[in-house]
């Protein structure tokens, strides 16, 4: 999945009284990270407003969670090769020796965790390493809370 939005209400700053916003993140081939935008209206006086990069607050990744359920990394690698495919881990994902040993005897780690979306960044910057991976769903939107 390389986008994925959801909608919350807000309050207008402009009239006080309640509008929607759409939060989007999406992540394509060659992109870095995954990128947010928020978009609001509100039906009472018509106040638009149009914002990028604005990250996601706790708040806005539970809603995601709830919508589109917790993904996480899973490697598709023989046995053996740990060594070399926890320094790829390293390189590609900023994560300690420590975390990238874990990640490969099976215990879960938080950063491996996220949106869909932003498992899909981890995949593909995996990928261009020559790290197969795939995305797959940790916990379904009913139990993600
Ligand atoms: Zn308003």
Redo the contacts with the bound molecule.
């Keep these: 999945m390389d986008h994925i939005s959801v909608d919350m209400l807000r309050t207008?700053e402009?009239?006080?009284?309640e509008?929607r916003a759409c939060h989007s993140q999406c992540w394509y081939n060659g992109m870095d990270e995954p990128r947010t935008s928020m978009s609001f209206s509100?039906g009472?006086?018509?106040?638009a407003v149009e914002e990028d990069g604005t990250g996601l607050t706790e708040e806005e990744r539970l809603l995601f969670y709830r919508q589109y359920g917790i993904w996480e990394l899973r490697l598709d690698c023989p046995e053996g090769s740990d060594m070399k495919l926890a320094r790829s881990l390293q390189d590609v994902l900023g994560a300690s020796a420590r975390e990238a040993l874990l990640y490969l005897k099976g215990k879960n780690a938080e950063w491996s965790r996220g949106t869909p979306v932003e498992v899909e960044c981890l995949r593909g910057k995996l990928a261009a390493k020559g790290v197969p991976a795939v995305v797959a769903e940790a916990v379904p939107p009913t139990e993600a809370t």
């Design positions: 207008c402009k009239c006080g009284r509008g509100c009472h006086c018509g106040a």
